[in-house]
């Protein structure tokens, strides 16, 4: 018989299961079921699939990366090498699949974030990608192929043998290492020759910095172990923030009134001049309807609607409940954001319940919480504050008529859960 898997959607119990991690931990290696493809992608040594000591120490280095600022110029620029390729899109028709434009965004801002390497995805939207950008979507689409999770077997059956995606996750794997190696050797140098470091300053550096700091060999992270962090962190962060984005377009598509108030803040604070303009982090302190905005989206909407699951280590009580060694929990953060006696008309979408951040602090949890919170939080939500500001000053759009998402957003199933929006054609109208 299988076991007892326990559905939390109460933000207190979810709370409470993230925040005692010793007792509710996360499943064990060899329970989860993933493809060959993925486990030769990102294997089992890192971030995601460690527990215990071992995923501290993978922590401990990568948290010093994630805590520091995010210089507005690294999304602004990119936004605005996408509108050119929107406006361009346009003059041929109006309406395009928002989602293949935003992806591609996402991989570049994550890319130059995470490696210093800009995939040009952007520019592969109409033209020809890097190598390295087809490298990379055949591994993320290939590992996620369910067939293969359920079936492992058709890997060796003629005819489902899939040696391009392995040529393709090798190849992927060999540049970033290669350039991990070389940043390795690199920093080394510099610091022989007391000579500053010129080089980018992104998750790479941080965290090979932050391995300088551990005294101890054993608490710093082997080559291969850091190279899988950078893929997790560059499968994790690409399509969770932009299926947010794409989320927060689609919502401000169907209520004009919120998309009116949130360009009117862009414009107060920005200016009206017709022309492109970046953030600065002290205009992005300034936003308020727009977070509410981001927080509205990722409430109805988050982009992992299913946090990891979680089993209990013993015999334990859970709020009321009693809860048996071994048993699974399944916490359900969309179902959390729905429940009507927390959030009153929680399918509609009100910015505005945001406003008072003391009314919704014990109850929000798109990110999760505890010492298992997601680390791209930071990186996310500054990603998505400069690029939402700077879209509602450059265009005014709505969604396509007639429309699957006429009534809800539409979601296509994906293995890693994520609640990617299908088919989402959008109108723009360019305001310069």
Known sequence: ????????????????????????????????????????FIGYDNLLYEIKEAHLRHRRVSNPAFSHGWSSELFGKLAIELFEVMDKASEKSPTFDIFHFIKSFALDVLGLATFGYNFRGIRGIQKTGSELEKAYLTAVYGISDRKYVLFPILEKIPGFRRPELFNRVDYLSGVMHDIIKERKQNLKFKKVNNDDYDGPRDLLYYMLKAEETRDDSKSRLTTEELLNDMKLFLVAGHETTAIALVAAIYFLGMNQECQEKAREEAIRILGDEKENIIPNSEQIKELKYINMVIKETLRIHPSAPVASYRKAQKDTRLGEYAIKEGTILAPQIYASHHLEELWEESYKFKPERFANEKDTANKYLPFGCGNRICIGMNLSLAEQRVFLTMLVRKYSWKITEPSIHKDELQVKPTLFGLAVPKNLEVDFERRY
């Open 1 to 40: 018989m299988g076991k007892w898997i326990i559905v939390i959607s109460k933000p207190e119990l979810m709370k409470e299961v993230f925040q005692r991690a010793d007792t509710f931990l996360k499943l064990e290696r060899n329970e989860h079921k993933i493809s060959k493809a993925e486990l030769k």
